[in-house]
T-cell receptor
Framework: LAKTTQPISMDSYEGQEVNITCSHNNIATNDYITWYQQFPSQGPRFIIQGYKTKVTNEVASLFIPADRKSSTLSLPRVSLSDTAVYYCLVVGNTGGFKTIFGAGTRLFVKA | NAGVTQTPKFRILKIGQSMTLQCTQDMNHNYMYWYRQDPGMGLKLIYYSVGAGITDKGEVPNGYNVSRSTTEDFPLRLELAAPSQTSVYFC????????????????FGNGTRLTVT
């Protein structure tokens, strides 16, 4: 299983763009990069998933360089409600699709 | 669609008691998972299942058992509750087209908060 490393916590202010980088040096060919968001007392919620280059949806963008050894989740113009824990996962057939979560990044958005 | 439904929402157990946490999904997902989350920590995978009749251990399986008799249901059994099992338990499901192919993101339930005293 590809291990992921991401910052433990980040602070931001409302209206700013937030970029959270995740490293996954031993990502396998068939692995996808997936990001989840978790609010207190709730289960994680899927944000975005990608394989390479750039993926964008209504919530976020995901940037993946050509070597795929890292990825960056970009949250445009964050608000107080974006305060949450963000998890980067590498998911694929390696390990039989065990979906393992790391510690995540705690994002604090201030007014 | 209800998605992933977990019952109960809260439970207090005494040491040594047993209980079953229920999880059902109505999305026809073939993969199902059980995670536990201790306060301030990330999720730890307990068991997972790739289809009816097939289960496998995750990171922290000791003290738990699972079964998967139908596609929809994936109950988690605690036989002899211990204080170390105090946690929030999340069930999740996803769809996979098989090894080396795309695996859909996980859909989570709202969790069961378990306290063992």
């Amino acid at each position: 299983l590809a291990k992921t490393t991401q910052p433990i916590s980040m602070d931001s202010y409302e209206g700013q763009e937030v970029n959270i980088t995740c490293s996954h040096n031993n990502i396998a060919t068939n692995d996808y990069i997936t990001w989840y968001q978790q609010f207190p007392s709730q289960g994680p919620r899927f944000i975005i998933q990608g394989y390479k280059t750039k993926v964008t949806n209504e919530v976020a963008s995901l940037f993946i360089p050509a070597d795929r050894k890292s990825s960056t989740l970009s949250l445009p113009r964050v608000s107080l409600s974006d305060t949450a824990v963000y998890y980067c996962l590498v998911v694929g057939n390696t390990g039989g699709f065990k979906t393992i979560f790391g510690a995540g990044t705690r994002l604090f958005v201030k007014a | 669609n209800a998605g992933v439904t977990q019952t109960p929402k809260f439970r207090i157990l005494k040491i040594g008691q047993s209980m079953t946490l229920q999880c059902t999904q109505d999305m026809n997902h073939n993969y199902m998972y059980w995670y536990r989350q201790d306060p301030g920590m990330g999720l730890k995978l307990i068991y997972y299942s790739v289809g009816a009749g097939i289960t496998d251990k995750g990171e922290v399986p000791n003290g738990y058992n699972v079964s998967r008799s139908t596609t929809e249901d994936f109950p988690l059994r605690l036989e002899l509750a211990a204080p170390s099992q105090t946690s929030v338990y999340f069930c999740a499901s996803s769809y996979s087209m098989g090894a080396s192919m795309y695996n859909s993101p996980l859909h989570f339930g709202n969790g069961t908060r378990l306290t063992v005293t």
